[in-house]
C-alpha cells in the first residue's frame, strides 16, 4: 500500500472541488493553494499529486492552468475536475495534459459533481454522501496503482478534444450593494485580483473570472451577480442540467 500523503494542488473558490478533493485524499494531504500565486517547486516522486480545479464554460480556468505550470515533478498524478452538472466537455483533458506538460504521470483521472457556484439550486448538496464514498473508494485505488512499480503504472486516457472550444468568460461580473460594510475579505481572498483594496465594492471586469468567492464569502452578504443575469443563467442551467449526473473515474 502506498502510504505516503497526498500533496493536492487545489484551485477551489468556493469549496465545492475542495470537498471532492477532501473525499478522495481523506484529508491525508498537504496542499498548495492555486487560488493564490504558486511558488515554483518540485513535488518529490513519493508523493501522489492530485490536481483538482472546477470547470468554467467546458474549460479549466486559465488562472488555475497558469498556477499549476509552477509545478514540476516526474511521480504519479491524478487530474480532478469538479463541474455543476451541466458538463465537464473537454476540461479533463486540458487538466491532465497541462500535468503532463510539467513531467507527471497522470495515473488516473476523475470527473465529479459539486452545487454550481451561479445557480446552486443545480446541484444542490452536491458532493453528497454517495459522491464522497465513491471519491473515497478512488483514493484508495489510485494508492494502490502508485504502489506498484512505476513501469507498471498505466497512464490513463480520457474523453475530449485537444481543440478546445474558445472560453471568452462571463460576461456579468459580482458587485456589491449598499450592504458592503467596506470590510475587505473580498479584495484579499479574490483569486484574480480583481477587487481593489480601496475599494472592495468594486470590481476589475477585465480581471474578474467570475468564480463566486466574493459571493460566498461576503459575511454582509452584500455581493451577487446583477439579478437579471442570474436568473437567465439559473433558468438556462435548470433545461441543461436537470437530470443528476454521476462521478466518473479513470484508472
Given at each position: 500500500?502506498?502510504?505516503?500523503?497526498?500533496?493536492?494542488?487545489?484551485?477551489?473558490?468556493?469549496?465545492?472541488?475542495?470537498?471532492?478533493?477532501?473525499?478522495?485524499?481523506?484529508?491525508?494531504?498537504?496542499?498548495?493553494?492555486?487560488?493564490?500565486?504558486?511558488?515554483?517547486?518540485?513535488?518529490?516522486?513519493?508523493?501522489?499529486?492530485?490536481?483538482?480545479?472546477?470547470?468554467?464554460?467546458?474549460?479549466?480556468?486559465?488562472?488555475?492552468l497558469e498556477?499549476?505550470?509552477?509545478?514540476?515533478g516526474?511521480?504519479?498524478?491524478?487530474?480532478?475536475?469538479?463541474?455543476?452538472?451541466?458538463?465537464?466537455?473537454?476540461?479533463?483533458?486540458?487538466?491532465?495534459?497541462?500535468?503532463?506538460?510539467?513531467?507527471?504521470?497522470?495515473?488516473a483521472?476523475?470527473?465529479?459533481?459539486?452545487?454550481?457556484?451561479?445557480?446552486?439550486?443545480?446541484?444542490?448538496?452536491?458532493?453528497?454522501?454517495?459522491?464522497?464514498?465513491?471519491?473515497?473508494?478512488?483514493?484508495?485505488q489510485?494508492?494502490?496503482?502508485?504502489?506498484?512499480?512505476?513501469e507498471?503504472?498505466?497512464?490513463?486516457?480520457?474523453?475530449?478534444?485537444?481543440?478546445?472550444?474558445?472560453?471568452?468568460?462571463?460576461?456579468?461580473?459580482?458587485?456589491?450593494?449598499?450592504?458592503?460594510?467596506?470590510?475587505?475579505?473580498?479584495?484579499?481572498?479574490?483569486?484574480?485580483?480583481?477587487?481593489?483594496?480601496?475599494?472592495?465594492?468594486?470590481?476589475a471586469?477585465?480581471?474578474?473570472?467570475?468564480?463566486?468567492?466574493c459571493?460566498?464569502?461576503?459575511?454582509?452578504?452584500?455581493?451577487?451577480?446583477?439579478?437579471?443575469?442570474?436568473?437567465?443563467?439559473?433558468?438556462?442551467?435548470?433545461?441543461?442540467?436537470?437530470?443528476?449526473?454521476?462521478?466518473?473515474?479513470?484508472?
Amino acid at each position: 500500500m502506498y502510504t505516503a500523503p497526498w500533496i493536492t494542488a487545489l484551485f477551489s473558490p468556493t469549496g465545492g472541488t475542495a470537498a471532492v478533493a477532501r473525499g478522495i485524499t481523506g484529508g491525508n494531504d498537504t496542499v498548495i493553494d492555486l487560488s493564490v500565486p504558486a511558488v515554483p517547486q518540485v513535488i518529490p516522486g513519493d508523493r501522489v499529486l492530485l490536481a483538482a480545479a472546477p470547470v468554467f464554460g467546458g474549460r479549466i480556468p486559465a488562472l488555475a492552468l497558469e498556477r499549476l505550470a509552477a509545478l514540476q515533478g516526474s511521480g504519479p498524478a491524478v487530474a480532478l475536475v469538479v463541474y455543476g452538472n451541466r458538463a465537464y466537455e473537454d476540461a479533463l483533458l486540458e487538466w491532465k495534459t497541462a500535468l503532463e506538460a510539467g513531467g507527471f504521470r497522470v495515473i488516473a483521472a476523475a470527473a465529479c459533481i459539486a452545487q454550481h457556484s451561479i445557480a446552486p439550486a443545480v446541484a444542490a448538496g452536491r458532493p453528497d454522501q454517495n459522491d464522497l464514498e465513491l471519491a473515497a473508494q478512488f483514493g484508495r485505488q489510485v494508492l494502490e496503482k502508485a504502489a506498484l512499480p512505476p513501469e507498471a503504472q498505466a497512464t490513463v486516457s480520457v474523453p475530449g478534444s485537444p481543440n478546445y472550444k474558445p472560453f471568452p468568460g462571463m460576461p456579468v461580473h459580482p458587485q456589491a450593494d449598499q450592504r458592503c460594510v467596506r470590510c475587505g475579505l473580498c479584495a484579499a481572498r479574490c483569486p484574480a485580483g480583481a477587487i481593489p483594496t480601496g475599494d472592495p465594492g468594486a470590481t476589475a471586469a477585465d480581471r474578474c473570472i467570475t468564480c463566486m468567492r466574493c459571493v460566498s464569502i461576503c459575511p454582509s452578504h452584500a455581493r451577487a451577480l446583477p439579478a437579471q443575469a442570474a436568473e437567465a443563467t439559473a433558468q438556462r442551467l435548470a433545461q441543461v442540467a436537470g437530470q443528476p449526473r454521476q462521478p466518473e473515474f479513470y484508472l
